[in-house]
């Protein structure tokens, strides 16, 4: 059973792979990049062979907004490095992605927050965070 599973899985994870080392590539070049059909106009994310919304192979890479809402929030508190958010986000253009907060404390996020993306570099290589819209107060 658990073969059959791999075996199905297969085909698919050279392709699979291809659209995310494009995600990291072009991360690495300091550049958001994320999928959108040119048959229905709609983002997606993560980065897949084929549409999810319709299917359709015509895939191009666009640099959205960066902008998005947190949709949901978890707070880790960490032993050592200090504690870190682990947030759901819904980008303006469309697809929710899984990142983090930075540039304030843990405790002052909260769902619904204004973000924009923007790329850290970690020790283990490009990083895509979000940090709170700088807003007219
Ligand atoms: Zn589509």
Not at 65 to 72: N, R
Not at 83 to 89: I, M, N, P, S
Request: hydrophobic fraction near 35%; glycine fraction near 8%.
């Amino acid at each position: 059973m658990t073969e059959a599973l791999s075996q199905a899985q297969r085909p698919q994870s050279a392709a699979v792979d291809a659209c995310d080392r494009h995600y990291f590539e072009a991360l690495t070049q300091g550049r958001f990049e994320i999928p959108k059909c040119r048959d229905c106009q709609k983002f997606h994310f993560f980065p897949r062979v084929c549409c999810p919304h319709c299917g359709s192979q015509a895939l191009d890479w666009i640099t959205p907004s960066g902008k998005g809402t947190i949709y949901s929030l978890t707070i880790v508190r960490a032993r050592e490095g200090g504690d870190y958010t682990v947030v759901l986000v819904d980008l303006d253009e469309g697809p929710r992605l899984m990142s983090r907060v930075v540039g304030m404390p843990v405790d002052n996020v909260r769902i619904g927050m204004q973000v924009e993306a923007r790329i850290d570099t970690t020790d283990e290589g490009p990083l895509l965070v979000f940090a709170a819209t700088k807003e007219r107060s």
